[in-house]
């Protein structure tokens, strides 16, 4: 697919690896429309981008529903879905103030898994429409997970199990979508730079740039966008999840 052919709708679209998705989409001549749950910052962004931005809680089956065809309307076709909304969810199954609430997990599962269902399923229901392209290609779709769906810390039990969940329905989807021209592929990024890790304290920081091996740093949004274009880029990824993490291997904590 030629980025300036692309139609995207991008959640998690007002910062972080959701943001630098749609810089260089909108660089390349492609239209995106940003989703995020963060009304100043996503206006914000899509002023920045000259884009527009839709409120959209990526649980909610029925306000993706409605947004992903406002989007299809606002852009004038869709082709392109990439998930970036998530959250940590973090902490132990038994904590030392008692075992996790179950609505604490229920809550990151919802959002990084079923939200990224949610989107999916919305997108494709409308882009097995489009007419095809090149090899009968009707549309992509890129979920992120991470590296945690792999080797998931200690206290990250309900993050990890919510990427392992994306990582494991991307190729029976990929499968399905076969048929309709629909290509569905997942990148699982190491520890990268995004909003989270400006909050962590300077020697954090550090230790996760040690952790990993090459090259030592943290992983930067550009770096995630660049594998996106090479995505739509290339017809033949599909029912794939692609590391991209600079070798690094999360220890047990």
């Known amino acids: 697919m030629d980025l300036k052919d692309v139609r995207a709708v991008i959640t998690g ?14 660089a390349a001549g492609g239209k995106v429309l940003l989703f995020d749950v963060q ?40 082709n392109v879905a990439i998930s970036c909304a998530g959250i940590l969810g973090a902490g132990r199954v038994l904590a030392k103030n008692g075992p996790m609430p179950l609505s604490q997990f229920e809550t990151t599962v919802r959002v990084n898994l079923i939200g990224s269902f949610n989107v999916a399923k919305a997108a494709a229901n409308l882009m097995q429409s489009n007419a095809p392209g090149l090899d009968g290609e009707r549309g992509v ?7 945690a769906a ?29 048929r309709i021209g629909i290509r ?4 699982a990024p190491g520890v990268f730079w995004t909003p989270m890790v ?29 594998t996106v274009k090479f995505i739509l880029g290339n017809r033949y990824l599909n029912g794939s999840t692609i590391r991209l993490d600079g070798a690094v291997r999360l220890a047990a904590k």
Do not use: H, W
């Open 141 to 147: 779709i890129i979920n992120t997970a991470s590296v």
């Open 184 to 187: 569905v592929m997942t990148i």
């Open 39 to 78: 009304d100043e910052k996503g206006a914000a962004a899509a002023t920045q981008l000259g884009v527009n931005y839709l409120k959209t809680d990526v649980t909610d089956e029925a306000g993706v529903q409605a947004n992903v065809a406002s989007a299809q309307a606002l852009m004038g076709g869709l």
């Open 198 to 226: 400006d909050s962590m304290p300077d020697e954090v920081r550090t230790s996760l740039n040690a952790s990993v091996p090459f090259p030592q740093r943290l992983g930067t949004p550009e770096e995630f966008a660049e």
């Open 150 to 178: 792999f080797e998931g810390q200690i206290g990250q039990a309900a993050y990890s199990a919510s990427k392992g969940g994306v990582v494991a329905m991307t190729l029976p989807m990929a499968r399905e979508f076969g």
């Open 13 to 26: 679209g007002a910062s972080g690896l959701g943001f630098a998705c749609a810089q260089a989409i909108v």
